[in-house]
């Protein structure tokens, strides 16, 4: 079974759209997670942290669930500039970074 | 704002060369690290380090090496290039605790 599972989309949703994706990871003990944004062509960028109990930032809600051991994001009133593949990223103490291998999304006008 | 810098941004090298990718980061950060991305792979971990000197092989780190005699450099070097070693290489940092890395601008390298 793989770390950190994503659906690899790609999502194609038209703007003002809500959408999310899931992302499940198979250590238990793990930590620390967060949502990367990555551009085409250009390196991965942290967008957000997840949070025990679900954190929000702007139009972006990321939610964790440890008990089923997956988290997911959330994006609401999708713009085109939201295009970009989402990686789903876990850490388990100071050890690498897990990362997914991301999901993409496609917003259209 | 942390600043991880790659040496390059695009490199071609021929079959059988030493290649030698550089990464420096600002922040003093004491991990750092070296994944390489592939269509449909994601990225995968070739070498990390915890601190000066120390380095732990990731996921792939058959034909590749790596150097941190400094705590702000990490270099990642491709003994005799071959032509499944094209890629985006990709170099992080971030210091120890449940923090987030910063990756660099990437260096795509094609072997021919």
């Known amino acids: 079974r793989k770390e950190v599972e994503q659906d690899p989309g790609p999502f194609n949703v038209p703007e003002g759209a809500t959408v999310a994706f899931n992302c499940t990871y198979s250590?238990?003990?793990?930590?620390?997670f967060f949502w990367y944004r990555q551009d085409c062509r250009k390196e991965p960028k942290l967008l957000m942290s997840?949070?025990?109990s679900g954190n929000e930032d702007g139009r972006f809600t990321a939610q964790l669930n440890r008990a089923s051991q997956y988290i997911s994001l959330l994006i609401r009133d999708s713009k085109l500039s939201d295009s970009a593949t989402y990686l789903c990223?876990?850490?388990?103490?100071?050890?690498?970074?897990?990362f997914g291998k991301g999901t993409r999304l496609s917003v259209i006008a | 704002d942390v600043k991880v810098t790659q040496s390059s941004r695009y490199l071609v090298k021929r079959t059988g060369e030493k290649v030698f990718l550089e990464c420096v980061q600002d922040?003093?950060?004491?991990?750092m690290f070296w994944y390489r991305q592939d269509p449909g792979l994601g990225l995968r971990l070739i070498y990390f380090?915890?601190?000066?000197?120390?380095?732990e092989k990731g996921d792939i780190p058959e034909g590749y090496s790596v150097s941190r005699e400094k705590k702000e450099r990490f270099s990642l070097i491709l003994e005799s290039a071959s032509t499944n070693q094209t890629s985006m290489y990709l170099c992080?940092?971030?210091?120890?605790?449940?923090?987030?890395?910063?990756f660099g601008q990437g260096t795509r390298l094609t072997v021919v």
């Open positions: 250590n238990s003990a793990s930590q620390s």
């Open positions: 997840v949070y025990s």
């Open positions: 992080a940092s971030r210091s120890g605790g449940s923090t987030e890395a910063f």
């Open positions: 380090s915890y601190d000066v000197k120390m380095k």
């Open positions: 990223v876990v850490l388990l103490g100071n050890t690498p970074l897990v």
């Open positions: 922040m003093d950060h004491e991990n």
